[in-house]
Nanobody
């Protein structure tokens, strides 16, 4: 079992940047595909970005493509989400998720392990 802890959230003005980190503990991160999801108040949790076990493939929601970059450092057991050109509509709690399953990395149901979330607030 792996435990996930997010960090790096905060308050930023529109157009600014933040980098989120997701640190894994409990066992090596290498067998886990990972993803970021987010949930705004009153809305369902939605897919943001995902990365395969080796880091060789990445996937993005259309709303963040070209602005966000997901990456991982398996040696540090950490996954990152670099967020640039932030918009007020990016405001949400951001969650890191991990899975050893294979399938559509955009699907919440694929992921067994979740962090507690980190708040990102973008002011206009």
């Amino acid at each position: 079992q792996v435990q996930l802890v997010e960090s790096g959230g905060g308050l930023v003005q529109a157009g600014g940047s933040l980098r989120l980190s997701c640190a894994a503990s409990g066992r090596t991160f290498r067998p886990y595909a990972t993803a970021w999801f987010r949930q705004a108040p009153g809305k369902e949790r939605e897919f943001v970005a995902a990365i395969t076990r080796s880091g060789g493939n990445t996937y993005y929601a259309e709303t963040v493509k070209g602005r966000f970059t997901i990456s991982r450092d398996n040696g540090k057991n950490t996954v990152y989400l670099q967020m640039n050109s932030l918009k007020p509509e990016d405001t949400a709690v951001y969650y890191c998720a991990a899975t050893t399953n294979y399938g559509d990395l955009r699907s919440l149901s694929l992921f067994k392990y979740w962090g507690q979330g980190t708040q990102v607030t973008v002011s206009s």
